[in-house]
Each structure stands twice: as C-alpha cells, then as structure tokens.
C-alpha cells in the first residue's frame, strides 16, 4: 500500500512538480520566491496550509497532490472543450449542412410529430410531455373504454360518464428543449429545439411585447441539404399519411399572426373525416356536373390551357338555395373528393379589412377551396352600414363592394388554381359584379327536398353505417397528376343479413316520401325530425303526418315555435 502511495505520489509529482519537498516534508519551508501548489492554495482556501500539514503528518497524505490532480483535470477538460466548440464551429461551417424552420411554419408540426413518433423507439432521455388535443373523430378510432350495456341490472339506463377523459389521454412525448441526435435512413441528424423571444408588436398601436418563438434547426454531416429536405418530406408525408381520409377546415388566424403573412396567416380549426359524396341527397345530375367541372378544372393540363390563351385560371361557383339544403355539405363532400383543404372566410369577421382578403387570398395553397359563406348577408350590411366608413376603421363590417373590389386586388396572383365556393340563401340580393362570368363560372341551385330526395334521406337515416370512403392518393406523391378517386354516388344499402329487412326499408321509405309534401321542407328539417327517431322507422312513419301538419302551420305563419317540429 505504501509502494502504491509513493508510486502516485511520484507520478503526480513529477506531472505537476511543486518546486519543493513533499513527503514527510512541510511544504510551508519552501524557500521566499519559490512556488508550490499548496501557497498557492492558500490565498484561495484560508488555513489550507494547516489542514494540509495535519493530514501529511498524522495520515501521511498529501491532500495538494489529489487537489492538484483535480484542478489540472478541469483545466485539461475546459481546454478539450474550448478546443471542441472550436473544432465543432468549424465542422459546421465547412463540414455540416443545416436547415432551420420557425414554429410559426406547419413543417415544425409535422417534424416533432414524426420525431415524436421516431422517439418512441430511441428511447430518448430528455423529452417534453403535452397532452394532445383530440377532436370526437380521432377519438372515435382509438380504444376508447365503452360500456357494454347501456341499462344496468335494474334496467336503469347507465349514463355515459366522461369525468375522467383527461387523466386517461395519453400523452404525447417529443424531443426535449436543447440538442438531440438520431439516425434516420442511414443519416446521422442533430436537432436542435431553441426557444427564442422575440419583440413582437401588440395590436397595432405601437405597443410590443416578448414573445417567444421556438426555432428548430437540423443538420447533417456533409455539404448538402439533400438528406434534410428528405427528412422534412418524410416528416410531412408521415403526417398526412394519417389525414388522408380527413377534412382540414381552416379560417383567418387573428388579425396580429395575419400581419405576418405567410402560410401562418391561416390556422386550421378542425380536421373531420371526409363527407362521402353520397351523403349529400342531390340531384346525381347536378352532383355530376359539378364534380367533372371541379375535375377538368384541376387538371394540369388544364392550367397549361389557361395560360396558353392567357385567361385567368379561376373557377368560382355559386351555391344557392334556402337554408339546410345542402350547400355546405356539398362542399365538404366535393373537399373529400378532391382531397382538398377547405380555407372558410366569414364576411362578418369584424377584423377583416379589404387588403387583408387580398393577402389571404395569396397565402393560399396551390390547390384549396375556399369557401365564402352567406355572402347575402354582407349586402344587407352594407344597406345599413352609413356610406362614409373609412377604410381605418377596423370595427366595420365587409360589404359587397369590398369583397369586389378584394377579388380584383388579389387577381394577380391570388386564387388561380383554387375552387372559390359561394353560398346564398338570397341570390337575387347579390351584387350583379360579384356574380359575373370570371368570379362565378358555376351556379348551383339547391331547394327543398323532393319525393326522392325525402325517401333517400330516409333510406340513409336507417341504412347500416355508409362504409368510410378511402380516398386513393396517387403512389408517387410528386405525380402532378391529380387524378380524384372514383366516387360512388348512387346510395348501395349494405346487406345487413336479415333478408327481407332490406326491402321492407325501401317500402317504409317510399310510403314516408309520400307523407310529406314535396318542396316544402329541407332537407335539414328532415333530417332533424328524423334523428329524433333514429332507430325507429316505423315510428318515424307513424308520426310523420302529424309532424308535416305542426310544421305547416309554423311555416303558414305562425312563426318560430320552440318545441315544434319534433
Ligand atoms: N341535400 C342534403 N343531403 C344530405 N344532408 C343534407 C342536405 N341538405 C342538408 N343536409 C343536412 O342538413 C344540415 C345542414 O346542411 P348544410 O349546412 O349543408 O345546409 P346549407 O344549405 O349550407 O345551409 P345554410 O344556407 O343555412 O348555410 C347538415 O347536417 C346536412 O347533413
């Protein structure tokens, strides 16, 4: 044990002579103007010297060398490291590529999705727990507990109990703030999550405040971004690969992101599965008309065809007709159709200037149906509005004569390429400049539903559930073929197994049709009266005539009447 000790002492000693004696000896002797570790010590640790020389005389132990030992260890290690930022700065410049994106961009949720996802195999030990937000339709496909009998053994309905939704989400698990590094295709990645403030204006009044930002930046050895962008495509392709068969549904972000411009000037609001074309009880003529219209527009070759004549590639259409009879439906079906995102503008958005309809309309995607709801009700506004309200004012409402004017602004460079929907419950109230040739190319009326409408909506009410429409993505994403799935338009019922059921469905149906008028009611109001027995046709049938009389009497005049109807 002594041999070892010398032996330490020795190696240490010569390592980081001291210029004096050191065992059995008092360091403290060494001569004026000489140096040793442990005078040194001392003007850092007051009584250093003594503890030194208790230890050394009682123990034998030379506590200088274990503290020299240490602090050349941390000088070597914040040299290496000086050394290393130094090198790593320099391997980044000549040797790395990288590619940053700002969370303001939807690719940063699409990364730390899929990171998120690849997490979840790597087992990383830095992570950052969220609690998801789940729409009713996501959590429709997952495991969710249901009861198996809806009475309990008294024959007392058991109510549906959700107290606890929250403690049992799971949640979800991404890449901690700070620097991460994983393998991806053969790929060695780092990431770097950095959460920055930025001063960001408040309302517009001048006033700012800090905001923060994160920023995410990836990189890669080599001197291409080649395997980044792939990543990022991967990423984004992970991520639509679970919205295929959904609906985004998107509105103008509020008006201090909207400043921005950018993709970030709309936010989706929600994401449904899609409408099956199907569902919505039309004319198969109207319907088809309007889905080879879409179709031919789409089309590239189309766009091509435009441009070689130089006319403005624009296909707007005018949905109208009374309230509940479709027209919103239609759209979101004609959205799943085509695989379309549906941007939705309300007109009664007090914040939405004329410029800022232009701008929006220039954040759109390539391909996107924008949706102008009720725009008849902007007019009325403008009857009422007084004549000389400035441009300034934010708290004004639109009008047609914007929404005109808007359209012209953004012609340049704005909707070419999208699907523009319209709808009105009063066409005749609408502007004739909004609704010429070049704005509106397709006008789609919709009305109160007919006999075979009334027993199609009675058909599909108590039809088996509608299998869920896939929608067939082209095999190479980059095709720019966009080519829509066929799309079953004519109503199949699913065998359900009982034989005669199926038949005797269709007889209810045709007998249900004939109780209520033709053209009298939406098809909303049908459905309504419908939903309320959605399990019982018979009954459905039976109380038909009665609810067609208490309704004619609320539409004759009577007025609104809460409770009718049922
Ligand atoms: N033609 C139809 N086929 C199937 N369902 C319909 C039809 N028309 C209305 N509905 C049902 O009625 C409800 C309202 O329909 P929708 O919003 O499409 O009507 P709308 O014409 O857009 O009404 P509004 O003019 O008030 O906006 C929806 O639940 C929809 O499923």
């Known amino acids: 044990m002594k041999g070892l000790k010398i032996g330490l002492n020795s190696i240490l000693d010569s390592a980081f002579p001291t210029g004096g004696p050191v065992n059995g000896s008092d360091d403290t002797n060494v001569q004026a103007g000489g140096f040793s570790p442990s005078t040194l010590l001392e003007t850092f640790i007051p009584g250093y010297s003594h503890i030194h020389r208790i230890l050394l005389v009682n123990f034998g132990f030379d506590v200088t060398l274990v503290v020299s030992f240490g602090a050349a260890l941390w000088v070597s290690a914040r040299i290496l490291k000086s050394v290393w930022t130094v090198l790593a700065g320099l391997m980044k410049s000549y040797f790395m590529a990288e590619i940053t994106v700002s969370s303001k961009d939807e690719i940063h949720g699409h990364l730390i999705q899929f990171l998120a996802h690849q997490y979840k195999i790597s087992s990383s030990r830095r992570l950052m727990a969220e609690t998801p937000s ?49 393998w991806f295709d053969g790929t060695y990645f780092q990431l770097k999550r950095k959460e920055v403030s930025v001063l960001d204006e408040i309302g517009g009044g001048g006033a700012a405040a800090f905001k923060d930002k994160e920023v995410l930046t990836l990189s890669c050895f080599g001197r291409s971004t080649d395997s980044i962008k792939r990543l990022i495509q991967h990423a984004k392709g992970h991520y ?27 936010v989706k609001i929600a994401e449904r599965p899609c409408r099956p074309m199907k569902t919505v009880v039309l004319d198969e003529a109207r319907k088809m008309d309007v889905l080879a219209d879409i179709n031919e527009y789409l089309n590239p070759t189309t766009a091509r065809w435009y441009a070689n004549r130089g006319i403005p590639y624009r296909r707007g259409y005018l949905f109208y007709g009374p309230p509940g009879t479709g027209k919103t439906s239609l759209t979101f079906a004609l959205a799943g159709v085509f695989g379309l995102d549906i941007h939705v503008v309300s007109l009664l958005e007090p ?42 004012d934010d708290k004004r409402d639109f009008n047609v004569g914007d929404l005109t004017k808007a359209f012209k602004k953004a012609r340049v460079a704005s909707h070419e390429g999208r699907v523009l929907v319209m709808t009105t419950n ?32 009675f058909e599909r009410m108590y ?98 009447s809460f409770g009718e109807g049922r």
Do not use: Y
């Open 351 to 392: 914040t939405l200037t004329e410029e800022e309809l232009g701008m929006l309309f220039t954040n759109l995607p390539a391909r996107c149906i924008v949706l102008l709801e009720d725009i008849d009700t902007a007019g009325l506004i403008r009857v009422e509005a007084p004549e000389e309200t400035t441009e300034s």
């Open 134 to 182: 789940k729409s009713a339709w996501e959590l429709d496909n997952e495991d969710t507990e249901s009861p198996e009998t809806s009475t309990d053994a008294t024959g007392q309905i058991k109510w549906l109990n959700f107290s606890n939704q929250e403690a049992k989400s799971q949640p979800r698990f991404t890449p901690a703030i700070g620097s991460h590094n994983f």
């Open 463 to 560: 039809t088996d559930d509608l299998p869920t429409t896939k929608i067939v993505i082209a095999p190479d994403s980059q095709s720019d073929v966009l080519t829509p799935p066929m799309t079953p338009i004519s109503v199949e019922f699913e065998k359900n197994g009982h034989g005669g059921e199926e038949s005797e469905l269709e007889d209810i149906a045709r007998r249900f049709s004939k109780k209520v008028p033709e053209n009298m009611f939406s098809p909303a109001e049908i459905q309504g009266f419908l939903l309320k027995r959605k399990t019982e046709p018979r009954k459905a049938l039976e109380e038909v005539g009665e609810w067609v009389r208490g309704m004619e009497g609320i539409k004759k005049g009577v007025g609104r």
């Open 240 to 266: 639509h690969l679970g919205h295929k068969a959904k609906t985004i549904i998107k509105r103008p972000a509020p008006k201090d992101l909207r400043r921005f411009g950018g993709r970030g000037s709309w």
């Open 426 to 457: 009063h066409p005749e109230k609408l502007d004739e400049a909004l609704i010429r040739p070049g704005r509106v190319d397709h006008q789609v009326p919709f009305s109160h539903a007919s006999q075979t409408q009334i027993k199609e909506l």
